[in-house]
Antibody, heavy 122, light 106 residues
Framework: EVHLVESGGNLVKPGGSLRLSCAAS????????MNWVRQVPGRGLEWVASISGSSSHIYYADSVKGRFTISRDNAKNSLYLQMNSLRVEDTALYYC???????????????WGQGTVVTVSS | DIQMTQSPSTLSASVGDRVTITCRAS??????LAWYQQSPGKAPKLLIH???TLASGVPSRFSGSGSGTEFTLTISSLQPDDFATYYC?????????FGQGTKVEL
């Protein structure tokens, strides 16, 4: 069974940094591209970043480009999101998500974790 | 990026009602359109992909249709578990975008 567990969310001041982690199990982690999606409380969903299985291809939403860095450690079955220069508008529930199939062309998000909360406030 | 606009934002309905939610895209793309259901405190759950293909285990009262820039999600007979928020999403590329959501309430 696919299992995704996010951690690392916390309260941080504007301009601060935070590193989120996603522990994956139940599948061959290195075969799948992985993704971060966030949800502002009471609002909609926003795709944040994606990384291919080999880390050779990385994509970011314009809203986080230059401030966030997605990475992965296939030996540890873990996905990360380094968040720098945090803004109040980055406050959200951050989900780790896996597509329905293996390979870099698989874009449909099927499996989601339960999320970790990031609050940016002074 | 492709912008996705859902309507309505909120929909009041009763058990047994037929419900339709519309999603419009800012530019045309193929059939890479998905619908998700989200209940309070839960992660999104995939309902439909490739515009009209039901995800595994999803009841047949859910259906999807559309092409180009206009897509719809229909629930033929609303059940108590269906009161939730629904999101469309295009996955035409890695730069995926979601609609703003439609809350189906009693």
């Amino acid at each position: 069974e696919v299992h995704l567990v996010e951690s690392g969310g916390n309260l941080v001041k504007p301009g601060g940094s935070l590193r989120l982690s996603c522990a994956a199990s139940g599948f061959t982690f290195s075969d799948y591209n992985m993704n971060w999606v966030r949800q502002v409380p009471g609002r909609g969903l926003e795709w944040v970043a994606s990384i291919s299985g080999s880390s050779s291809h990385i994509y970011y939403a314009d809203s986080v480009k230059g401030r966030f860095t997605i990475s992965r450690d296939n030996a540890k079955n873990s996905l990360y999101l380094q968040m720098n220069s945090l803004r109040v508008e980055d406050t959200a529930l951050y989900y780790c998500a896996r597509p329905d199939c293996s390979g870099d062309d698989c874009l449909l998000l099927l499996y989601w974790g339960q999320g970790t909360v990031v609050t940016v406030s002074s | 990026d492709i912008q996705m606009t859902q309507s309505p934002s909120t929909l009041s309905a009763s058990v047994g009602d037929r419900v339709t939610i519309t999603c419009r895209a800012s530019q045309s793309f193929s059939t890479w359109l998905a619908w998700y259901q989200q209940s309070p405190g839960k992660a999104p759950k995939l309902l439909i992909h490739l515009t009209s293909t039901l995800a595994s285990g999803v009841p047949s009262r859910f259906s999807g249709s559309g092409s180009g820039t206009e897509f719809t999600l229909t629930i033929s007979s609303l059940q108590p578990d269906d009161f939730a928020t629904y999101y469309c999403q295009q996955y035409n590329s890695y730069y995926r975008t979601f609609g703003q959501g439609t809350k189906v309430e009693l």
